[in-house]
C-alpha cells in the first residue's frame, strides 16, 4: 500500500538537501535581484558578517557559488601548491575526497585511515606530522557524514599547533551551525561549510573562512586558479561584491536563514541539534538496532546498522520512500546495504524525529524484522520530554 498522491508528502531526512522552511522558499522565489544593486550589497554584506558570527571568526567570510566541494577545492588551490605534502585524516568518504582532491592537485598526502564510525585519533595525526616535518596542512572532516563520527576538533588542532606549523583545515560541512565549532578560540586555520545541510536552504552556496595565517600561507603558494580564486574575491569583497555573478536568489534566503539563527543564538541552535541527535539515538537503540558511530557520534546525522544477518538494507530504504514518500541515506561503498543514516540538522524539530522513527518502526515490522511498535518513538519522545527543561 502506498498513500494516495492527493496525501503524499516528501519527507526528507538525508543528510543533505535537507529541508527548507517554506518562508524562506517564498522569499527565495521572488524575481532575483541585480547583483550590482545597492540593495543586493547591503544583503551580501549583512550576510557575510553574520557568516563570520556564525564560524566565531573576526575574519572574512566568503560566499561562494559552489556545493560544498567547491570550498574544499578552493581550499586546497588558494593555499597549496603541487608538491606540497598535507596529512588527511580519512574516516569515510569525505575524508577520501580530500585525499582524491589533494592527489588530483598534485599534493603528496600522507593519509590517516580510521575505522568506518571511529572519531580520530588526535596522538596519530602528531606521530604523522613529526615523522613528516614538511607537512603545510592537515585536511580533516569535523562531522564525517558517511559515518556519524564526529572528530575531536578542539583536540587535534591544538594537537597540531603544538606539533608543527601545518594549517587545519576543516570540512565543517555538516557541523557549522549544528554543534560548537569556534574557529578563532580553536586556532582553525580554514572553515568551510555548505547550504544545503544546517543552513537550511537548497544545495548551491558554500561559505569559507580562513584564519590570519591561512591568509599569509596565501601569499607564499597557490595552484593555479580562476573561478575559485580568493585574491579575485578580496578585489572586490569591500565593495559588498563577488568576483563572479552569485547566486542570489540563494543569497537572499541565507540572509533569512542567518537572521534567524542570530535570533536564536548559537547556544540554542548547538542545544537543539545535540538534543535531536541524541533522541534518535534513543529511539534507534530501544527498537534494538545499533550506531555505527558509538564513541563519538555527530549531532547532524546518525548512522543505524541494520540487524545482524539482514544484508537487504536496500529494501528498509526503499520502503520509507515507497510508502511514506521518505527518504533516509544508505550507506555508502562497503555499508551499502549495510546501514541508514538519518538527518537532524537544520530544519527539523523533535515531532520530525518521532515521525522518521515511527516510519522506520512499520517498516521493520512490515519487512517482518521483530520490533514493538511504539519501542522507540516511546524512548525518543520520553527523552524529549525530560530534556526540555534542562536546556
Ligand atoms: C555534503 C558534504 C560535503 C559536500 O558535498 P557537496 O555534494 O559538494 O555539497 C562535504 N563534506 C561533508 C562532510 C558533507 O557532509
Redesign the pocket.
Same mark, same amino acid.
Given at each position: 500500500m502506498k498513500s494516495h498522491p492527493l496525501f503524499e508528502k516528501l519527507r526528507i531526512f538525508a &543528510?543533505?538537501p535537507t529541508p527548507v522552511p517554506e518562508s524562506v522558499l517564498a522569499q527565495m522565489s521572488l524575481p532575483p535581484l541585480h547583483h550590482r544593486t545597492e540593495e543586493f550589497g547591503r544583503i551580501l554584506d549583512r550576510t557575510r558578517k553574520n557568516l563570520s558570527w556564525l564560524f566565531q571568526t573576526d575574519q572574512r567570510a566568503y560566499v561562494l557559488a559552489c556545493? #560544498?566541494?567547491?570550498a574544499?577545492e578552493a581550499t586546497i588551490v588558494n593555499l597549496c601548491a603541487a608538491g606540497d605534502e598535507v596529512v588527511v585524516i580519512n574516516g569515510g568518504k569525505?575524508g577520501e575526497?580530500w585525499t582524491k582532491l589533494a592527489q588530483r592537485y598534485g599534493l603528496k598526502v600522507h593519509e590517516l585511515k580510521f575505522d568506518w564510525g571511529e572519531a580520530a585519533d588526535p596522538a596519530q595525526v602528531v606521530a604523522a606530522l613529526k615523522q613528516n616535518p614538511n607537512v603545510r596542512a592537515v585536511l580533516m572532516?569535523a562531522?564525517?557524514?558517511s559515518t556519524g563520527a564526529y572528530h575531536p576538533v578542539e583536540q587535534i588542532a591544538k594537537a597540531v599547533h603544538e606539533t608543527s606549523d601545518a594549517l587545519v583545515c576543516v570540512?565543517a560541512?555538516?557541523a557549522l551551525g549544528v554543534s560548537p565549532l569556534p574557529m578563532d578560540k580553536w586556532g582553525l586555520d580554514v572553515v568551510i561549510s #555548505?547550504s544545503?545541510?544546517a543552513f537550511m536552504l537548497p &544545495?548551491g552556496l558554500a561559505f569559507m573562512s580562513l584564519s590570519e595565517r591561512a591568509n599569509q600561507a596565501r601569499k607564499r603558494t597557490s595552484i593555479p586558479n580562476f573561478y575559485f580564486s580568493l585574491a579575485e574575491e578580496d578585489k572586490v569583497f569591500d565593495k559588498a561584491q563577488t568576483a563572479w555573478t552569485p547566486a542570489v536568489s540563494l543569497i537572499v534566503g541565507l540572509d533569512m536563514v542567518l537572521a534567524r539563527m542570530r535570533e536564536a543564538g548559537l547556544e540554542a541552535i548547538f542545544n537543539h541539534h545535540a538534543r535531536l541527535a541524541e533522541g534518535t539515538r534513543h529511539g534507534v537503540t530501544a527498537m534494538g538496532l545499533s550506531l555505527l558511530a558509538k564513541k563519538s557520534p555527530s549531532a547532524s546525522v546518525t548512522s543505524v546498522l541494520l540487524p545482524a544477518g539482514m544484508t537487504n538494507g536496500d529494501k528498509i530504504i526503499s520502503h520509507l520512500r515507497d510508502r511514506y514518500g521518505m527518504t533516509v541515506a544508505d550507506g555508502q561503498d562497503h555499508y551499502k546495504g549495510k546501514m541508514f543514516r538519518i538527518a537532524h540538522l537544520g530544519y527539523y524539530d523533535e515531532l520530525d524525529m518521532l515521525t522518521v522513527l515511527s516510519a522506520v518502526e512499520l517498516t521493520l515490522d512490515k519487512l517482518g524484522i521483530p520490533v514493538k511498535l511504539g519501542q522507540g518513538v516511546g524512548a525518543a519522545a520520553r527523552y524529549f520530554r525530560e530534556s526540555e527543561n534542562q536546556v
Amino acid at each position: 500500500m502506498k498513500s494516495h498522491p492527493l496525501f503524499e508528502k516528501l519527507r526528507i531526512f538525508a &543528510p543533505g538537501p535537507t529541508p527548507v522552511p517554506e518562508s524562506v522558499l517564498a522569499q527565495m522565489s521572488l524575481p532575483p535581484l541585480h547583483h550590482r544593486t545597492e540593495e543586493f550589497g547591503r544583503i551580501l554584506d549583512r550576510t557575510r558578517k553574520n557568516l563570520s558570527w556564525l564560524f566565531q571568526t573576526d575574519q572574512r567570510a566568503y560566499v561562494l557559488a559552489c556545493s #560544498g566541494t567547491g570550498a574544499m577545492e578552493a581550499t586546497i588551490v588558494n593555499l597549496c601548491a603541487a608538491g606540497d605534502e598535507v596529512v588527511v585524516i580519512n574516516g569515510g568518504k569525505f575524508g577520501e575526497r580530500w585525499t582524491k582532491l589533494a592527489q588530483r592537485y598534485g599534493l603528496k598526502v600522507h593519509e590517516l585511515k580510521f575505522d568506518w564510525g571511529e572519531a580520530a585519533d588526535p596522538a596519530q595525526v602528531v606521530a604523522a606530522l613529526k615523522q613528516n616535518p614538511n607537512v603545510r596542512a592537515v585536511l580533516m572532516q569535523a562531522s564525517e557524514t558517511s559515518t556519524g563520527a564526529y572528530h575531536p576538533v578542539e583536540q587535534i588542532a591544538k594537537a597540531v599547533h603544538e606539533t608543527s606549523d601545518a594549517l587545519v583545515c576543516v570540512d565543517a560541512i555538516t557541523a557549522l551551525g549544528v554543534s560548537p565549532l569556534p574557529m578563532d578560540k580553536w586556532g582553525l586555520d580554514v572553515v568551510i561549510s #555548505g547550504s544545503q545541510k544546517a543552513f537550511m536552504l537548497p &544545495p548551491g552556496l558554500a561559505f569559507m573562512s580562513l584564519s590570519e595565517r591561512a591568509n599569509q600561507a596565501r601569499k607564499r603558494t597557490s595552484i593555479p586558479n580562476f573561478y575559485f580564486s580568493l585574491a579575485e574575491e578580496d578585489k572586490v569583497f569591500d565593495k559588498a561584491q563577488t568576483a563572479w555573478t552569485p547566486a542570489v536568489s540563494l543569497i537572499v534566503g541565507l540572509d533569512m536563514v542567518l537572521a534567524r539563527m542570530r535570533e536564536a543564538g548559537l547556544e540554542a541552535i548547538f542545544n537543539h541539534h545535540a538534543r535531536l541527535a541524541e533522541g534518535t539515538r534513543h529511539g534507534v537503540t530501544a527498537m534494538g538496532l545499533s550506531l555505527l558511530a558509538k564513541k563519538s557520534p555527530s549531532a547532524s546525522v546518525t548512522s543505524v546498522l541494520l540487524p545482524a544477518g539482514m544484508t537487504n538494507g536496500d529494501k528498509i530504504i526503499s520502503h520509507l520512500r515507497d510508502r511514506y514518500g521518505m527518504t533516509v541515506a544508505d550507506g555508502q561503498d562497503h555499508y551499502k546495504g549495510k546501514m541508514f543514516r538519518i538527518a537532524h540538522l537544520g530544519y527539523y524539530d523533535e515531532l520530525d524525529m518521532l515521525t522518521v522513527l515511527s516510519a522506520v518502526e512499520l517498516t521493520l515490522d512490515k519487512l517482518g524484522i521483530p520490533v514493538k511498535l511504539g519501542q522507540g518513538v516511546g524512548a525518543a519522545a520520553r527523552y524529549f520530554r525530560e530534556s526540555e527543561n534542562q536546556v
